[in-house]
């Protein structure tokens, strides 16, 4: 079956000489983008745009402390068993983040300085362990940084030897994003104030998580992205997938732009591509073809050379993005455009990818292409 079909086409990055805005700002180096789920259960394919895996181990015993004590807590072997379970389910790289997702003895939580002093106890116990049973692994620990409650004793868990990082929860339970922004800036001096050396990794989804359960428009994520990459030194991006429909199409486009510019990946060369067809969004089902209608246009300086169009057919489980309706492209002078052509976009039955990271390759450039599979 043949529809037409709205792609996500991220922004081209422009080369020296041309006239317009990049795709991004430039990118920290070191900034890392990090992805966790649960049991990497429906993911949306997200390391193909570069996230690489990260563990969260969950609490899965009830832990729980009292002003006395501390229950449910497993021995160490049953502990360091169940840290390695989790970073092979997770598909984690030996020397990725781990974090220890324990809400039930945060010490930001407790009701006493009694019952924090027990699990701070607890926590430096747990993640002894963890640093056994993964040594060359950073360990974190999932809190709410935005929170300061009993501060004293969550900074004994940050001394040498125990956490390596801060793993801040700053999922979009807030209705705004400026809200959210003000309480990525408390979470992040919070933490300096503990240990302005350690990196933050804070936690992000996709979605609002404000009751309205609905994704991030593609603006709202730029700039959280942003906000982030420009105060912390890396993000872990949880439970993203899979993506359900066209109204994930503009936080789709906006990942799949902050990747490019990330991994040395960006659409680039001297033309630009805008979609000029409408309908289906960025969604494609499996087992259909959809065409896709652009116009290639020169917004530089410089006469472009003449080019011709090439196919892509290296997408994950089989998907291609070519056969074109005109191959050759003439040169085109400033100013100029040619088009509207277009190109067959082709997911094979059964593909299991629920995203496509795909290029649409004009043989002086590319433009990234980023898709939903349903």
Request: proline share 5%; charged share 15%.
């Amino acid at each position: 079956m043949r529809r037409a079909l709205a792609l996500i086409l991220t922004a081209t990055a422009l080369t020296a000489g041309a006239v317009g805005t990049a795709e991004h700002p430039a990118h920290a180096a070191s900034f890392a983008v990090y992805f966790a789920n649960d049991e990497h259960e429906s993911a949306a394919d997200i390391e193909q745009y570069g996230a690489a895996d990260s563990a969260t181990v969950y609490d899965d015993w009830s832990l729980s402390c009292s002003t006395t004590g501390c229950s449910n807590v497993p021995s160490q072997s049953v502990f360091e068993s169940k840290v390695q379970d989790y970073v092979s389910l997770d598909k984690s790289g030996s020397t990725h983040p781990i974090t220890l997702d324990f809400e039930n003895i945060l010490p930001v939580s407790a009701t006493s300085t009694a019952q924090a002093a027990q699990e701070v106890s607890l926590w430096h116990e747990l993640i002894t362990w963890a640093h056994d049973a993964e040594p060359s692994a950073p360990i974190g620990m999932y809190s709410y940084d935005w929170n300061s409650a009993y501060a004293s004793y969550t900074a004994e868990l940050y001394a040498s030897g125990y956490l390596d990082y801060f793993a801040p929860s700053m999922y979009n339970r807030w209705s705004s994003t400026s809200t959210w922004a003000s309480e990525l800036s408390t979470a992040v001096s919070n933490d300096h104030s503990i240990d302005s050396a350690l990196p933050i990794y804070p936690y992000v989804e996709a979605i609002w998580d404000d009751g309205s359960s609905g994704y991030l428009s593609g603006t709202d994520w730029d700039s959280e992205f942003q906000q982030i990459e420009s105060r912390t030194q890396g993000v872990v991006l949880w439970n993203t997938g899979p993506l359900s429909d066209s109204t994930a199409c503009g936080w789709l486009e906006a990942f799949s732009s902050e990747m490019g510019g990330l991994t040395g990946t960006a659409s680039s060369g001297p033309l630009t591509v805008s979609d000029s067809t409408s309908g289906t969004g960025c969604v494609v089902p499996s087992g259909e073809t959809r065409t896709v209608t652009f116009t290639l246009a020169n917004d530089g300086s410089s006469t472009s050379g003449a080019t011709t169009m090439s196919d892509d057919t290296g997408g994950p489980d089989g998907i291609t993005l070519g056969d074109f309706e005109y191959w050759d492209i003439p040169a085109l002078a400033p100013g100029a455009s040619y088009g509207p052509d277009s190109a067959n976009l082709t997911v094979p039955s059964g593909a299991s990818v629920t995203t496509a990271l795909l290029y649409l390759d004009y043989g002086t450039g590319r433009q990234r292409v980023a898709v939903i599979i349903s």
